[in-house]
């Protein structure tokens, strides 16, 4: 049984990937998992001050990556619907560069199309 958000036809789910392409400890995982993206040792805006960053580890953090990604694409392609968005995000994936998987999750990074 999957759960919330997972089982929204139209949620994005992302596990999360390290350096040495390996889906992480922390990851979300199996058949619920649509996409991975960067998770491990991601450096973001921190708290202390407008300069302060912050290196942490989690789906937390490789979430945002496609967040980003949607708003990108749905930008540059007026992409307008859910659907439609969550489609694109995974044909644009790249597939079978994850060296160790955990059991049911996708061989799948998020890419934005551009080489």
Do not use: C
Not at 69 to 96: C, D, F, H, M
């Amino acid at each position: 049984m999957q759960e919330s958000p997972a089982n929204s036809a139209n949620a994005l789910t992302v596990g999360g990937i390290g350096a040495e392409w390996d889906e992480g400890v922390y990851s979300n995982y199996g058949e619920a998992v649509d996409i991975l993206a960067p998770g491990t040792s991601v450096t973001s805006a921190g708290i202390a001050s407008d300069t302060a960053t912050l290196t942490d580890t989690g789906t937390s953090m490789a979430a945002p990556h496609v967040a980003g990604l949607a708003l990108y694409l749905s930008v540059l392609e007026n992409i307008t619907t859910a659907q439609a968005l969550k489609a694109r995000i995974l044909e644009l994936g790249t597939p079978n560069k994850v060296q160790k998987l955990k059991e049911g999750s996708p061989n799948l990074i998020a890419f934005n199309g551009i080489a």
